[in-house]
T-cell receptor, first 113, second 111 residues
Framework: GAGVSQTPSNKVTEKGKYVELRCDPISGHTALYWYRQSLGQGPEFLIYFQGTGAADDSGLPNDRFFAVRPEGSVSTLKIQRTERGDSAVYLC???????????FGNGTRLTVT | RKEVEQDPGPFNVPEGATVAFNCTYSNSASQSFFWYRQDCRKEPKLLMSVYSSGNEDGRFTAQLNRASQYISLLIRDSKLSDSATYLCVVNFPTGGFKTIFGAGTRLFVKA
Protein backbone atom coordinates (compact mmCIF):
# COMPACT_ATOMS: atom_id res chain seq x y z
CA GLY A 1 0.00 0.00 0.00
CA ALA A 2 0.95 3.61 -0.39
CA GLY A 3 0.32 4.80 3.16
CA VAL A 4 1.94 4.43 6.57
CA SER A 5 1.21 1.04 8.07
CA GLN A 6 1.16 0.31 11.80
CA THR A 7 0.83 -3.06 13.45
CA PRO A 8 -0.84 -4.28 15.51
CA SER A 9 -3.89 -2.04 15.39
CA ASN A 10 -4.77 -3.05 18.93
CA LYS A 11 -2.63 -4.51 21.70
CA VAL A 12 -3.78 -5.55 25.15
CA THR A 13 -1.05 -6.51 27.59
CA GLU A 14 -0.62 -7.05 31.28
CA LYS A 15 1.23 -4.64 33.51
CA GLY A 16 4.93 -5.46 33.55
CA LYS A 17 5.05 -7.07 30.11
CA TYR A 18 7.18 -6.03 27.13
CA VAL A 19 5.58 -4.81 23.89
CA GLU A 20 6.78 -3.90 20.41
CA LEU A 21 4.89 -1.63 18.06
CA ARG A 22 5.80 -1.58 14.39
CA CYS A 23 5.65 1.20 11.81
CA ASP A 24 6.20 0.82 8.08
CA PRO A 25 6.52 4.34 6.57
CA ILE A 26 5.78 5.55 3.07
CA SER A 27 8.55 4.39 0.75
CA GLY A 28 11.23 7.04 0.31
CA HIS A 29 10.27 9.09 3.36
CA THR A 30 13.41 9.77 5.36
CA ALA A 31 11.73 11.29 8.42
CA LEU A 32 9.80 9.07 10.81
CA TYR A 33 8.06 10.19 13.97
CA TRP A 34 6.44 8.44 16.91
CA TYR A 35 3.71 10.17 18.91
CA ARG A 36 1.50 9.12 21.78
CA GLN A 37 -2.08 10.38 22.06
CA SER A 38 -4.39 10.13 25.02
CA LEU A 39 -8.11 10.84 24.89
CA GLY A 40 -8.83 14.53 24.44
CA GLN A 41 -5.18 15.45 23.94
CA GLY A 42 -3.10 16.28 20.90
CA PRO A 43 -0.35 13.92 19.70
CA GLU A 44 2.58 14.06 22.13
CA PHE A 45 6.02 13.92 20.48
CA LEU A 46 8.14 10.92 21.48
CA ILE A 47 11.00 10.50 19.01
CA TYR A 48 12.05 11.49 15.52
CA PHE A 49 14.31 9.61 13.10
CA GLN A 50 16.10 11.07 10.12
CA GLY A 51 17.27 8.00 8.23
CA THR A 52 18.55 5.39 10.66
CA GLY A 53 19.50 7.69 13.49
CA ALA A 54 17.33 9.16 16.20
CA ALA A 55 17.66 12.90 15.58
CA ASP A 56 15.65 13.80 18.67
CA ASP A 57 14.43 11.43 21.38
CA SER A 58 13.64 14.09 23.94
CA GLY A 59 9.99 13.08 24.11
CA LEU A 60 10.55 9.54 25.35
CA PRO A 61 9.08 9.63 28.86
CA ASN A 62 11.67 7.37 30.53
CA ASP A 63 14.17 4.60 29.87
CA ARG A 64 11.45 1.98 29.52
CA PHE A 65 10.79 3.40 26.05
CA PHE A 66 13.15 2.77 23.16
CA ALA A 67 12.81 2.95 19.38
CA VAL A 68 14.93 1.73 16.49
CA ARG A 69 15.01 2.14 12.74
CA PRO A 70 17.96 -0.05 11.72
CA GLU A 71 17.68 0.19 7.93
CA GLY A 72 16.12 3.62 7.63
CA SER A 73 12.67 2.29 6.80
CA VAL A 74 10.63 0.22 9.27
CA SER A 75 10.72 1.37 12.87
CA THR A 76 9.88 -0.42 16.10
CA LEU A 77 8.85 1.26 19.34
CA LYS A 78 9.68 -0.91 22.32
CA ILE A 79 8.20 -0.53 25.78
CA GLN A 80 9.58 -2.51 28.69
CA ARG A 81 7.80 -3.24 31.99
CA THR A 82 4.59 -1.66 30.78
CA GLU A 83 2.51 0.39 33.21
CA ARG A 84 -1.20 1.25 33.11
CA GLY A 85 -0.24 4.85 32.39
CA ASP A 86 1.30 3.73 29.10
CA SER A 87 -2.19 3.03 27.74
CA ALA A 88 -2.76 5.32 24.76
CA VAL A 89 -2.84 5.38 20.98
CA TYR A 90 0.67 5.30 19.55
CA LEU A 91 0.86 7.08 16.21
CA CYS A 92 3.61 6.83 13.63
CA UNK A 93 4.09 9.39 10.87
CA UNK A 94 6.54 9.79 8.01
CA UNK A 95 7.58 12.72 5.87
CA UNK A 96 10.09 13.96 3.34
CA UNK A 97 11.65 16.93 5.07
CA UNK A 98 11.34 20.10 7.10
CA UNK A 99 8.69 21.83 5.05
CA UNK A 100 6.74 18.74 4.12
CA UNK A 101 3.69 17.61 6.07
CA UNK A 102 3.56 14.30 7.91
CA UNK A 103 1.46 11.34 6.89
CA PHE A 104 0.07 9.25 9.71
CA GLY A 105 -0.68 5.60 10.14
CA ASN A 106 -3.90 4.44 11.77
CA GLY A 107 -2.16 4.03 15.11
CA THR A 108 -1.78 1.21 17.62
CA ARG A 109 -4.18 1.33 20.55
CA LEU A 110 -2.25 -0.01 23.54
CA THR A 111 -4.14 -1.08 26.65
CA VAL A 112 -2.19 -2.13 29.74
CA THR A 113 -4.34 -4.01 32.25
CA ARG B 1 5.01 27.64 28.50
CA LYS B 2 3.92 24.92 26.10
CA GLU B 3 5.67 24.84 22.73
CA VAL B 4 2.36 25.06 20.86
CA GLU B 5 -0.83 26.34 22.51
CA GLN B 6 -4.41 26.29 21.33
CA ASP B 7 -7.78 27.10 22.87
CA PRO B 8 -9.30 23.64 23.39
CA GLY B 9 -12.85 24.90 22.84
CA PRO B 10 -15.28 23.42 22.15
CA PHE B 11 -16.60 25.85 19.61
CA ASN B 12 -20.30 25.25 18.94
CA VAL B 13 -21.48 27.06 15.80
CA PRO B 14 -24.50 26.84 13.49
CA GLU B 15 -24.20 25.79 9.88
CA GLY B 16 -23.11 28.66 7.70
CA ALA B 17 -21.21 30.46 10.44
CA THR B 18 -17.65 31.72 10.20
CA VAL B 19 -15.29 30.50 12.89
CA ALA B 20 -11.65 31.28 13.61
CA PHE B 21 -9.01 29.44 15.63
CA ASN B 22 -5.69 30.82 16.81
CA CYS B 23 -2.55 29.02 17.86
CA THR B 24 0.62 30.41 19.46
CA TYR B 25 4.09 28.91 19.41
CA SER B 26 7.05 29.55 21.67
CA ASN B 27 10.11 29.03 19.46
CA SER B 28 10.86 32.01 17.24
CA ALA B 29 13.09 29.80 15.09
CA SER B 30 10.10 27.73 13.98
CA GLN B 31 10.19 27.22 10.26
CA SER B 32 7.06 25.58 8.94
CA PHE B 33 3.47 25.43 10.04
CA PHE B 34 0.42 23.34 9.30
CA TRP B 35 -3.18 22.77 10.29
CA TYR B 36 -4.36 19.18 10.63
CA ARG B 37 -7.84 17.84 11.12
CA GLN B 38 -8.60 14.85 13.33
CA ASP B 39 -11.92 13.04 13.44
CA CYS B 40 -12.94 10.99 16.46
CA ARG B 41 -10.80 7.84 16.82
CA LYS B 42 -9.01 8.54 13.54
CA GLU B 43 -5.48 9.62 12.71
CA PRO B 44 -4.67 13.30 12.04
CA LYS B 45 -4.82 14.35 8.39
CA LEU B 46 -3.30 17.40 6.77
CA LEU B 47 -5.79 20.21 6.21
CA MET B 48 -3.41 22.82 4.88
CA SER B 49 0.07 24.24 5.09
CA VAL B 50 0.49 27.78 6.39
CA TYR B 51 2.67 30.13 4.37
CA SER B 52 4.11 33.48 5.36
CA SER B 53 1.96 35.20 2.76
CA GLY B 54 -1.17 33.46 3.98
CA ASN B 55 -3.07 30.95 1.91
CA GLU B 56 -6.62 29.99 1.08
CA ASP B 57 -8.18 26.69 0.08
CA GLY B 58 -11.87 27.00 -0.64
CA ARG B 59 -13.64 27.91 2.60
CA PHE B 60 -10.44 27.67 4.63
CA THR B 61 -7.90 30.47 5.12
CA ALA B 62 -4.67 30.15 7.09
CA GLN B 63 -2.43 33.01 8.17
CA LEU B 64 0.93 33.30 9.90
CA ASN B 65 2.12 36.17 12.06
CA ARG B 66 5.80 35.60 12.78
CA ALA B 67 6.23 38.78 14.82
CA SER B 68 3.56 37.70 17.30
CA GLN B 69 4.28 33.98 16.85
CA TYR B 70 0.80 32.84 16.05
CA ILE B 71 -1.06 31.16 13.24
CA SER B 72 -4.75 31.23 12.53
CA LEU B 73 -7.37 29.21 10.69
CA LEU B 74 -10.60 30.72 9.41
CA ILE B 75 -13.49 28.54 8.26
CA ARG B 76 -16.25 30.24 6.31
CA ASP B 77 -19.74 28.88 5.65
CA SER B 78 -19.32 26.04 8.14
CA LYS B 79 -20.70 22.64 7.20
CA LEU B 80 -21.80 19.81 9.47
CA SER B 81 -18.90 17.82 8.07
CA ASP B 82 -16.44 20.39 9.43
CA SER B 83 -17.09 19.04 12.95
CA ALA B 84 -13.72 17.72 14.11
CA THR B 85 -10.66 18.61 16.15
CA TYR B 86 -8.26 21.04 14.48
CA LEU B 87 -4.60 20.61 15.37
CA CYS B 88 -2.01 23.35 15.02
CA VAL B 89 1.42 21.99 14.02
CA VAL B 90 4.82 23.66 14.16
CA ASN B 91 8.25 22.48 12.98
CA PHE B 92 11.25 23.90 14.76
CA PRO B 93 14.94 23.14 14.73
CA THR B 94 16.56 21.06 17.44
CA GLY B 95 19.74 20.06 15.69
CA GLY B 96 17.52 18.31 13.22
CA PHE B 97 13.96 19.54 13.53
CA LYS B 98 10.90 18.26 15.29
CA THR B 99 7.20 18.52 14.60
CA ILE B 100 5.08 19.50 17.55
CA PHE B 101 1.29 19.36 17.74
CA GLY B 102 -0.99 21.53 19.78
CA ALA B 103 -3.64 19.91 21.95
CA GLY B 104 -6.32 20.70 19.37
CA THR B 105 -9.46 22.83 19.16
CA ARG B 106 -12.75 21.00 19.00
CA LEU B 107 -15.41 22.29 16.61
CA PHE B 108 -19.05 21.24 16.56
CA VAL B 109 -21.20 22.53 13.70
CA LYS B 110 -24.93 22.23 14.35
CA ALA B 111 -27.84 22.15 11.93
Amino acid sequence: GAGVSQTPSNKVTEKGKYVELRCDPISGHTALYWYRQSLGQGPEFLIYFQGTGAADDSGLPNDRFFAVRPEGSVSTLKIQRTERGDSAVYLCASGQGLNSPLHFGNGTRLTVT
Amino acid sequence: RKEVEQDPGPFNVPEGATVAFNCTYSNSASQSFFWYRQDCRKEPKLLMSVYSSGNEDGRFTAQLNRASQYISLLIRDSKLSDSATYLCVVNFPTGGFKTIFGAGTRLFVKA
